[in-house]
């Protein structure tokens, strides 16, 4: 569980640096560079995330069981994240009804996603893993709500239905073939 909690402090803390220690980020942005900051908060973000990947298959190994399965979950996760996914569409795809509501729909995907997983897992590593992707979201939410709003173009029906579209297809891929081919489970029990 070390290393899955250092790859938690690492990913996760470097990515609170602009919501949570604004004024430090300027100034390492300030006496590295633009290039030299994205290229320290990419090396910490992979080797975070690597730990996170490693630390979690360690820790699946031997795991701490703290709460017997509730049956029915893993079909409630199965529908959040699929407005996950659709929330994480939003953040990309341009002109959509959701961006322009939502502001901040990434974040609310990795929220949407972290309880999925949350209501659907039972171990201290799932608690760990996904309990803290969900208070950085909600912190991160949080202090995106407070900056102003960048202006938007004009969303479409066409880039809203592109987003869901895309959220769908997303979703339908991992559900079906790529959770079980990277991670070792189905999370639809084929």
């Known amino acids: 569980m070390t290393w899955l909690a250092l790859g938690l402090a690492l990913f996760l803390g470097i990515h609170l640096t602009r919501a949570f220690t ?10 590295m560079g633009a290039l030299g900051w994205k290229g320290f908060y990419t090396v910490v973000s992979l080797i975070g995330f690597l730990l996170i990947l490693w630390g979690f298959q360690q820790a699946r190994l031997q795991p701490v069981v703290l709460w017997a399965p509730i049956r029915g979950m893993n079909h409630l996760a199965a529908m959040l994240t699929l407005v996950a996914f659709v929330l ?8 959509n009804h959701l961006k322009a509501r939502l502001q901040h729909p990434m974040t609310l995907a990795v929220k949407t996603w972290a309880l999925a997983h949350l209501l659907a897992n039972n171990t201290l590593a799932d608690l760990m893993l996904f309990g803290s992707f969900l208070l950085w979201s909600v912190l991160v939410f949080r202090a995106a ?12 029906a066409a880039g809203t239905a592109a987003t869901v579209v895309v959220g769908i297809a997303a979703w339908a891929a991992m559900a079906f073939w790529l959770h079980a081919a990277w ?8």
């Not at 604004?22 to 006496?31: D, G, L, N, S, Y």
């Not at 994480?88 to 002109?95: C, E, G, I």
């Not at 900056?147 to 938007?152: K, L, M, W």
């Open 88 to 95: 994480l569409a939003a953040a990309y795809v341009p002109r």
């Open 183 to 190: 991670l070792g489970i189905a999370p639809l029990g084929r």
């Open 22 to 31: 604004p004024r430090w980020r300027e100034a390492q942005i300030a006496r």
């Open 145 to 156: 709500r407070r900056r102003p709003a960048p202006p938007q173009p004009a969303p479409t």
